[in-house]
Nanobody, 126 residues
């Protein structure tokens, strides 16, 4: 699956942004979609994962209650709605995909994911 993020930008603390992840390829509907971020000087952080049918999503504690992920398998898109943004959310954001196989479940480990987008920058000012 080929992935491309869009929607990053600059916003003041408390504001919202919506990131999109557009996919190309036949396996998207059978794939998990994950969202990650990396801030300068910090480790890569998994923040969300949504299962292939979109019925369940998981969130890191750092974003739980503020971020919402969903997907449209017909349009082959994923969306990360980010509300109540904080300066500590400053980072490059990436979407990732991995085709489902028996025994898989969502993971925030970078090693789990096969395909990655190029990233989009999110800047939150105080």
């Amino acid at each position: 699956v080929q992935l491309a993020e869009s929607g990053g930008g600059s916003v003041r603390a408390g504001g919202s942004l919506r990131l999109s992840c557009s996919a190309a390829g036949d396996n998207y509907r059978r794939s998990y979609v994950g969202w990650f971020r990396q801030a300068p000087g910090k480790e890569h952080e998994g923040i969300s994962c949504i299962i292939p049918d979109g019925e369940r999503a998981y969130y890191a504690d750092s974003v739980k209650g503020r971020f919402t992920v969903y997907r449209d398998n017909w349009k082959k898109t994923g969306t990360l709605q980010m509300d109540s943004l904080k300066p500590e959310d400053n980072a490059m954001y990436y979407c990732a995909a991995r085709e489902w196989t028996l025994g898989d479940s969502c993971s925030f480990s970078g090693a789990f994911w096969k395909d990655w987008g190029q990233g989009t920058q999110v800047t939150v000012s105080p």
